[in-house]
């Protein structure tokens, strides 16, 4: 019977298994492990690991929507480095003689991204400044709009006080009268 795990020569595998052994008897004999759980490690069945494309993609390309199915497929490695002996000494050659001249020409372009990308950098932090006010006046209206719509409801409450109010003192007024009128002169 062959052995499960194959290892170098140098490398002693009954020595790490005794090293684990006697790592999970140390565990049995201060309690953390029981034998009943170790049982069930040992009779566990042994799953293969899942191949990353049986994974579905669970994410929608919201951004790109339908990019993924008119992307062509990957070109394997192996024929992307196919190529045969003649036709790479020529297009090294040809290579050879051409990057200087395509140095130049790229050049500018070169200068010109490298340029707009230090730009770039330099106003990150203004950008980032920029949206930290943005949220800053976000929750500043909120907290405003919230406390009118307080103002509100408690201005409707003091109109509802108010109309009772003078309810209640017209009532008194008119019972005033009444007793005045009820009252010998």
Do not use: C
Request: hydrophobic share 40%; proline share 8%.
């Amino acid at each position: 019977m062959e052995p499960f795990i194959h290892a170098s020569p140098e490398i002693d595998v009954e020595e790490i298994m005794d090293a684990i052994r006697k790592k999970i008897q140390d565990k049995k004999d201060s309690g953390l492990l029981k034998q009943s759980e170790i049982d069930e490690i040992d009779e566990m069945e042994l799953q293969p690991l899942p191949d990353f494309l049986e994974i579905p993609n669970i994410y929608d390309p919201v951004l790109y929507p339908g990019f993924s199915e008119h992307m062509a497929p990957p070109v394997p490695l192996e024929e992307s480095l196919k190529e045969t002996g003649l036709a790479k000494g020529v297009l090294k050659k040809i290579r050879s003689l051409l990057s200087p001249w395509i140095r130049f020409m790229t050049r500018p372009m070169y200068i010109e991204l490298k340029t707009g990308i230090l730009d770039l950098q330099k106003k990150v932090p203004i950008v980032l400044q920029s949206s930290e006010y943005i949220r800053l006046l976000h929750n500043a209206m909120h907290n405003m709009i919230v406390e009118a719509s307080k103002l509100k409801t408690e201005e409707e409450l003091l109109k509802t006080k108010i109309r009772i109010l003078e309810d209640k003192i017209e009532f008194l007024e008119n019972r005033e009268r009444a007793l005045e009128k009820k009252l010998p002169s």
